[in-house]
């Protein structure tokens, strides 16, 4: 199994649906990250957390909310889905350190419609 | 923000050939890395290389980190057609913590049989 999971893999959805994209992992990692990736714009943070009790947001937050429900699950919602959320979603884990490497997911692709 | 941008955008070369690719950022930091990424799929680690370091190895990989010209560079050497990805470097603020890791936009390598 994969170290960290992401659920759906891919989605497609109609303008102002509530969407929920999952996240779990098994490495025991206290910090995680929801990334969004466009064609030709990289990876730009939305949320991430430190532990379960801390969330934080990153660049591009707006429209997005998360939940850590424990410290394996992380999960992204958009309340009111807009095509220009359409993406590649990952989530990722780290180690609390400095190595400073992140462990991804396989991605959620959202398409709205 | 800072952010690093590699350098060239694509790239495409024969097998047995090796591949460059440029990374530049903005501001100081504590460590570079570079990560992988095959088409859709989740991004993988490759290599870290701290400020302090200049060179660093593993496998095929050969990364420089040149702190003065704000710029790194990620060698693979004797290519082959399984290194065909997209490959993004990653950069963290100085005294920030890796949570906020901030990828450039990529560089799409085709390795050709």
């Known amino acids: 199994d994969a170290d960290v999971t992401q659920t759906p893999r891919n989605r497609i959805t109609k303008t102002g649906k509530r969407i929920m994209l999952e996240c779990s992992q098994t490495?025991?990692?206290?910090?995680m990250y929801w990334y969004r990736q466009d064609p030709g714009l990289g990876l730009r943070l939305i949320y991430y957390s430190f532990d379960v009790k801390d969330i934080n947001k990153g660049e591009i937050s707006d429209g997005y909310s998360v939940s850590r429900q424990a410290q394996a699950k992380f999960s992204l919602s958009l309340e009111s889905a807009i095509p220009n959320q359409t993406a590649l979603y990952f989530c990722?884990?780290?180690?609390?350190?400095?190595?400073?490497?992140?462990?991804f997911g396989e991605g959620s692709r959202l398409t709205v419609l | 923000s800072q952010q690093g941008e590699e350098d060239p955008q694509a790239l495409s070369i024969q097998e047995g050939e090796n591949a460059t690719m440029n990374c530049s950022y903005k501001t100081s930091i504590n460590n570079l890395q570079w990560y992988r990424q095959n088409s859709g799929r989740g991004l993988v680690h490759l290599i870290l290389?701290?400020?302090?370091?200049r060179e660093k190895h593993s496998g095929r990989l050969r990364v420089t980190l040149d702190t003065s010209k704000k710029s790194s560079s990620l060698l693979i050497t004797a290519s082959r057609a399984a290194d065909t990805a997209s490959y993004f470097c990653a950069t963290d603020a100085f005294g920030g913590g890796s949570e906020k890791l901030v990828f450039g936009k990529g560089t799409k390598l085709t390795v050709n049989p």
């Open positions: 490495k025991g990692h206290d910090r």
């Open positions: 990722a884990t780290s180690d609390f350190g400095f190595t400073g490497e992140l462990f």
């Open positions: 290389i701290r400020s302090n370091e």
